[in-house]
Nanobody, 121 residues
Framework: VQLVESGGGLVQSGGSLSLSCVTS????????MAWVRQAPGKGLEWLSG???????YYSDSVRGRFTIARDNAKNTVYLHMTSLKPEETAVYSC????????????????WGQGTQVTVST
């Protein structure tokens, strides 16, 4: 199983950025995917999830600003982020599990290495 994130970088406060997570080694179309992040000195934070039917879920902190999507033909999950804030500087990672979307980090089976997002003031 491999999950490889890309698309991170430096963006100004209020700006937008889109992340991608290309996967392999499992049946992507029947899997549930999520995005999480870890800011410097802080713990992992669950952000968003999407199930195999395309139903989407968001944490209160990103709802209305972030959009998760999947392309089963490309085995890829995306996260489009808008109105970014400096405190959202973090390493953003994707995760996979079989089953329903969960905000419990312990219930996710596989994780990517992450991509750095830096939001400048």
């Amino acid at each position: 199983v491999q999950l490889v994130e890309s698309g991170g970088g430096l963006v100004q406060s209020g700006g937008s950025l889109s992340l991608s997570c290309v996967t392999s080694g499992f049946t992507f179309s029947t899997s549930t995917m999520a995005w999480v992040r870890q800011a410097p000195g802080k713990g992992l934070e669950w952000l968003s999830g999407i199930d195999s039917d395309g139903n989407t879920y968001y944490s209160d902190s990103v709802r209305g600003r972030f959009t998760i999507a999947r392309d089963n033909a490309k085995n890829t999950v995306y996260l489009h982020m808008t109105s970014l804030k400096p405190e959202e500087t973090a390493v953003y990672s994707c995760a996979m599990r079989v089953g329903r979307v969960s905000s419990m980090l312990s219930e996710w089976d596989y994780w990517g290495q992450g991509t750095q997002v830096t939001v400048s003031t």
